[in-house]
């Protein structure tokens, strides 16, 4: 087709034209997410030396609430529930986001020195090396 500018303008006869809306991505799915869901708390496991929530809101921003340890027995709104101590009896080891209130569950390769974990090497060459024993 010519148009009277001396312009060409070539029309396609054929249907592959993007879509208007692009389709919408599958949810990732969460590797933190644990095997055993409790049904009113989300439940993850912690990662190698995590000490923070990594959970995304709608946003994509990280929660970034600390992770504490949750005595459930003794929490007055979770004797209401009750679901965590069904689950797990009275003295399973939890760890709680202090925002998005996100239960954490120890990870298994994690060193058991204290609560908040071993922590991670310094880079800086900082880290005091351990005492020896005395013989």
Known sequence: MVRPDNLEVYVSATTTM???VPPTPEP???PQLASEQL???KVRVKKLHQRSCNLKDEKNKICGGHLKRWFYTA????QAC?????????DREVYRCEYCKTLYL???DENKKNVAGVG???????TVPPKEEKK
């Not at 929490?75 to 979770?78: A, G, K, S, Y």
């Open 18 to 20: 993007t879509p208007e």
């Open 28 to 30: 990732a799915i969460d």
């Open 39 to 41: 049904p009113n708390h």
């Open 75 to 78: 929490d007055r709104i979770e």
């Open 82 to 90: 009750g679901d965590a101590e069904k689950a797990w009896g009275p």
């Open 106 to 108: 120890p990870n298994p």
């Open 120 to 126: 991670m090497t310094s880079i800086f060459g900082l």
